[in-house]
């Protein structure tokens, strides 16, 4: 299949691709967040982000500008994770446990949506791009087997497969094709490899941690998205 082979719908949604810091492994805000959203996305309920976001709102306009998502994300964890002091908890959370992903987030939409740091969001848009900061951290760790926050350049397939299966898998009895396998995204694989290797001059053993995968692979999307600007064009146009 490849990034070929999923249609131009798959090489669409592919660009969608940026995330958070390498601290997401260990840190325990970021980690809290990101299992909350995944969680709420399975669920279908973002009761707790609609909050959230009402309380990044202080015009009461229905507007958050892209630089306070920071807010949004310390006041959510405030709502759902806060256990006081006093009862054995980290206290609240403050704007500052959150600079990386608010900075990662900022970045994901500028390059990806073309947004400055100061356009105004709705709730129905800043939780739409939630959702793709979130999906390639997952991927990533379904195929980091042996949990320690790294996986090998050798098995980015593995990520491009798991990421797939998460946002674009549609079983056979719903008419869809059935989950991919590694073997669907050899082409991508191969190429990420040799473009790491010619770059940054890594080997296929070389065990990459989360942001050192994220930064390489917004390199290697804005690479294929050059290469087939046509293809995009017409995606989004069949896709709208």
């Known amino acids: 299949m490849g990034l070929r082979g999923l249609g131009v719908k798959g090489l669409v949604l592919l660009a969608f691709a940026f995330a958070v810091d390498a601290a997401s492994k260990v840190d325990h805000h970021t980690v809290k967040m990101h299992s909350s959203f995944i969680k709420n996305r399975n669920e279908q309920d973002f009761s707790d982000w609609e909050k959230a976001f009402q309380m990044a709102d202080h015009n009461k306009d229905g507007l958050v500008p892209v630089k306070d998502a920071v807010k949004i994300f310390k006041d959510h964890y405030n ?3 806060h256990i006081p002091k006093e009862k054995g908890g980290r206290g609240p959370a403050a704007a500052i446990h959150f ?3 608010g900075s990662e987030f900022e ?3 500028e390059d990806m949506m073309k947004w400055s740091p100061e356009k105004e969001m709705t709730y129905k848009e800043f939780i739409r791009n939630e959702q793709d900061f979130s999906d390639w951290e997952k991927a990533f760790q379904m195929a980091d087997h042996n949990k320690d926050g790294l996986v090998p350049v050798k098995d980015a397939v593995k990520i491009f497969k798991d990421h797939y299966n998460l946002v674009h898998h549609i079983p056979k009895e719903k008419g869809g094709r059935g989950p991919a396998a590694a073997i669907h995204f050899m082409d991508d694989g ?3 490899e040799k473009m790491v290797e010619d770059m940054m001059k890594w080997s296929p053993e070389k065990e990459m941690t989360y942001k050192e995968f994220i930064d390489q692979l917004h ?3 804005d690479i294929k998205h050059k290469e087939r600007g046509s293809l995009y064009d017409m995606a989004g146009k ?3």
């Open 107 to 109: 970045k994901m939409v």
């Open 190 to 192: 191969s190429e990420f």
């Open 79 to 81: 709502l759902v994770h």
């Open 219 to 221: 390199i290697y999307v």
């Open 238 to 240: 069949i896709f709208e």
């Open 99 to 101: 600079m990386d992903d």
